[in-house]
């Protein structure tokens, strides 16, 4: 059998919180879930506030890891990796989109985008960066600082620098939470381009009914657990069906 885009084995996670009235006490985000993506999938997953989708991310990116269980992204193992390979994934292969942009401040938007290429050794990051940003209708904005930017310009900066690269996994955190409704649709498209054209498997958390409804599948995460909802393919948009988000 092919290798999955990604698995989940068995994937635990809990937190405790301390300073309760009744003492020290433990939150399931993930109890023992099992999931099986394969390549070139779109996936969206929903649920309420506070549910764990963020962190589900984060584990699936390596920067989390679990109480128990394992992620095994295209047949690799992230339970045996150190953070020096972590790391070497996530620039190779992984791109993340954070509600949070996590855009270096000393460098201006290009710099952003290219930064993973240049750190790939690509003789020609700052072309293909020039490119994404003007596709993200930022081709003026080229040298900006990301202060200088409004919240939806430095998001469509920290998608870019995500796509960059061409990953063959794309984890995207409410993608288009901050960009008003015109851009949003641009970078929807984009994003859904991005798996046409080049098979990347796509990843993402929403709380936007109809964003959820053009992935192939949708996942609700809720009380450490999830579960499958129809294919999203079989959904309507009609005003009598409604996603719970």
Not at 34 to 42: A, K, M, P
Not at 78 to 84: E, F, N, V
Not at 94 to 99: K, S, T
Request: overall charge negative; some cysteine.
């Amino acid at each position: 059998m092919t290798a999955a885009a990604v698995e989940l084995q068995n994937l635990s996670l809990h937190y405790t919180l301390h300073g309760a009235p009744q003492g020290s006490q433990r939150v399931d985000i993930l109890r023992s879930v099992n999931l099986r993506i394969e390549v070139g999938e779109t996936v969206a997953v929903v649920g309420p506030s506070g549910s764990g989708k963020t962190s589900l991310l984060l584990l699936l990116s390596g920067l989390e890891r679990p109480a128990a269980g394992d992620v095994v992204l295209a047949g690799r193992s992230l339970a045996g990796m150190d953070a020096d390979a972590l790391a070497d994934l996530r620039r190779d292969h992984i791109g993340i989109v954070f509600q949070s942009f996590h855009l270096l401040p000393s460098l201006s938007a290009l710099d952003n985008v290219a930064l993973p290429l240049q750190m790939a050794g690509a003789p020609d990051a700052y072309t293909r960066a020039t490119a994404l940003l003007q596709r993200v209708g930022l081709g003026a904005r080229l040298h900006q600082w990301p202060a200088t930017l409004s919240g939806g310009e430095q998001q469509r900066v920290a998608i870019a620098r995500a796509l960059v690269h061409r990953p063959q996994l794309l984890l995207a955190d409410e993608p288009t939470g901050n960009l008003d409704d015109t851009t949003g649709a641009q970078v929807r498209e984009l994003l859904f381009d991005l798996n046409r054209e080049a098979g990347t498997t796509l990843v993402l958390v929403t709380h936007d009914p109809a964003f959820a409804r053009r992935c192939s599948r949708v996942l609700r995460l809720q009380d450490g657990r999830l579960q499958e909802h129809a294919p999203a393919h079989a959904m309507t948009a009609a005003a009598d069906v409604a996603l719970p988000v």
